[in-house]
């Protein structure tokens, strides 16, 4: 029997956690130790068997796998929704990894800027944790990531450890403060009020030597990228990771076209010179 | 490769002979129009049909197929589903042949695809020279689409009394020689060939009011152009043109599970870039949210993207989607209009 490509393998969640009120973070072994050999930025196509398939980013980097690889979900649509009634123990299918990364070489030697706006923290990780892991090869690495909310922060304990770094820059700024927010108040990070271009102001980059990495909702990307540009960033040093629907993760099924591209086989990480005269991009 | 003469009398009997170790799918009347389906009784082929509802993408892609079953439960279990039969597909006219080489390169390159390749491994084609036009619809003299060099296993011109029949592959010739009675051509039987070919085309008009050569051009300048705007207000989002389409492979997949919820299939089905949840995102986001961005998407893939990703233009001038549109939007036309505006 000829081996399909739609054929997922079944995963074991070995662990999972809570991180918000929306999201989980779902740590996941394949069968007999096998690796998931992805780079950062890439994506599985993640099974719940009799509910459906759909494409997750996979935020935990490189460096830190070992036979094992971790999905932040937010409880979005039907298969997230099965996902999250999911305990340790049971089993997903997964495909993958699938999709261009982040190019990681192309970045060592330069500074690094990361702007994550809410969920879109969770593709820029597996890229952070690993430019972290291989902190000497890079210059500066500066992190802007923001939230609706501050108890909708990804990652908290992370960014808390980005904060106190000396050499990340970490800038945190949440659209607005919850009331009642009581998650870990002796934890409480220090942000800014406001959407997440309000920290622009706050940073100075080398323009020729930056390379800037952005994800988050479409809204967001516009006005990002007016920032970046604003601070001088050549286009071409610029790189967006998108999502989009996908049924297949393999170029096929049509769903993930932005114009002539496929966001499942050429991106799902695109330089901005090369997308940016793409209407359907954004 | 050799050509073949088989009687017009001797096509039944080798019909009969397929289908007691094949499949055999051929154009069958259905109402008033035309069907590919799966023969049962030799007299219900029509090789003298027009042009069939769909294409006959559906023996590779069919509308609903399943790629897997699967164990629900504690351990979840997966096990492929290859759907496969050995099939001859009987009376493919060219255009549906340039499309197929298309559908061949959509599921062979980068990720090859063993559902689709199976089947095809396994269909024999026989093809079938069409000499008139199939209706005022089709322009596939216009997308050089009139005559293929390959695609089919045996491919047969209507000459009169006798079918000449083009040996394309050996696995062709093999199937003449073991269930056929055909006999060596004589010299006058392929000079009367060559004549049919050449004569042919007169009857065909050229309706494309310039080169199909330019469409990936002139797309690429079309892409702010009104023509979209008209095509908003006209569509219905019915998404019948891919249906009806050769070229279109665009799939949905679903799982479907029994009501005790133990077991289920993953199914593969056709899906269509006109559906308005075709390209929306579980959080809402719908990245081509209007009809007429959807018809300029359709129009693109026809014309210009899959062009650059397979070197084949991807309409073939079969005219099945301008026959089905109930708002009677007509790619011709369109590419008509946009040509004559920009150039």
């Known amino acids: 029997m000829a081996i399909s490509i739609y054929r997922p393998e079944m995963a074991r969640l070995a662990s999972v956690e809570q991180v918000t009120d929306t999201e989980k973070l779902f740590h996941i072994e394949l069968p007999d130790g096998q690796e998931l050999g992805h780079d950062p930025g ?15 980013s996979i935020t935990s980097s ?18 997230t929704g099965a996902l999250h009634r999911m305990k340790a123990g049971e089993k997903v299918g997964i495909r993958g990894p699938f999709g261009h990364g982040f190019p990681i070489d192309d970045m060592r030697g330069k500074d690094v800027l990361f702007a994550g706006g809410g969920l879109g923290l969770v593709p820029l990780r597996s890229l952070i944790n690993q430019v972290l892991d291989e902190r000497e090869d890079f210059g ?14 990804l990652f908290r304990d992370e960014l808390d450890e980005w904060v106190n770094r000396d050499d990340v820059e970490c800038l945190l700024s949440v659209d607005c403060e919850d009331e009642g927010d009581e998650w870990q108040p002796e934890r409480r990070l220090e942000c800014n009020i406001g959407v997440i271009t309000t920290l622009f102001p706050h940073i100075d980059v080398d323009a020729t030597n930056t390379i800037a990495v952005t994800c988050g909702p479409p809204i967001m990307y516009r006005f990002v990228l007016m920032e970046i540009l604003d601070k001088g960033i050549p286009e071409s040093n610029i790189y967006l990771s998108l999502e989009r629907r996908m049924k297949c993760g393999v170029g096929k099924c049509g769903h993930c076209q932005i114009n002539s591209v496929y966001c499942c086989q050429d991106g799902p990480v695109f330089n901005y010179a090369d997308i940016k005269g793409f209407e359907e991009a954004l | 490769m050799s050509l073949k003469i088989l009687d017009k009398d001797a096509v039944a009997p080798l019909v009969e002979a397929l289908m007691a170790d094949y499949r055999v799918v051929g154009p069958q009347a259905k109402g008033t129009k035309f069907v590919f389906d799966p023969l049962t009784d ?18 590779f892609q069919p509308q609903r197929e399943r790629l897997a079953t699967f164990a629900m439960g504690e351990n979840p279990e997966v096990e492929t589903v290859i759907e496969v039969e050995p099939t001859v597909l009987l009376g493919m006219h060219t255009c549906d042949l340039h499309a197929l080489n298309l559908l061949d390169k959509a599921f062979t390159e980068d990720y090859p695809d063993a559902h689709y390749l199976s089947r095809r491994d396994q269909t024999l084609i026989v093809s079938l020279e ?33 079918y000449a029949v083009d040996i394309g592959t050996e696995a062709g010739e093999q199937l003449l020689v073991k269930y056929g009675d055909a ?10 060939k060559d004549e049919l070919q050449a004569s042919k085309l007169k009857h065909f008009a050229d309706r494309l009011n310039f080169d199909a050569d330019e469409l990936p051009s002139l797309l690429g300048d079309a892409y702010d152009h009104e023509h979209w705007d008209e095509l908003e207000e006209r569509c219905f989002a019915c998404g019948s043109c891919t249906n009806v389409c050769p070229t279109c492979y665009c799939f949905n997949v679903v799982d479907e599970v029994n009501l005790a919820l133990t077991e289920g299939e993953r199914i593969r089905h056709w899906d269509s870039c006109q559906l308005d949840e075709f390209a929306r995102v579980a959080g809402g986001e719908n990245f081509r949210e209007g009809r007429g961005a959807r018809q300029r998407h359709r129009f693109m893939r026809k014309g210009k993207y899959l062009y650059e990703r397979f070197g084949a233009l991807g309409c073939v001038g ?26």
């Open chain 1, 42 to 56: 890439q994506f599985v196509m993640l099974s719940i068997l009799g509910v459906g398939e759909a494409p997750i």
């Open chain 1, 62 to 79: 490189p460096s830190r796998c070992n036979g094992d690889f971790k999905l932040c979900v937010r409880k979005v649509g039907n298969v």
């Open chain 1, 140 to 153: 500066r690495v500066i992190v802007l990531a923001g939230a609706k909310r501050r108890s909708e922060l």
């Open chain 2, 42 to 59: 030799v007299a219900d082929l029509r090789l003298d049909y027009d042009t069939t509802i769909l294409p006959p993408k559906k023996v």
């Open chain 2, 130 to 162: 069409c000499l008139e036009p199939c209706d005022d619809e089709s322009f596939c003299r216009s997308m050089g689409t009139l005559t293929a060099e390959d695609g089919s296993d045996l491919h047969l011109t209507d000459m009169g009394e006798v």
């Open chain 2, 183 to 192: 006999r060596d051509a004589a010299d006058d039987h392929a000079s009367q």
């Open chain 2, 318 to 343: 079969c005219g099945r989607c301008i026959r089905t549109c109930p708002a009677s939007i007509s790619i011709l036309k369109g590419f008509n209009t946009i040509h004559a505006s920009l150039r």
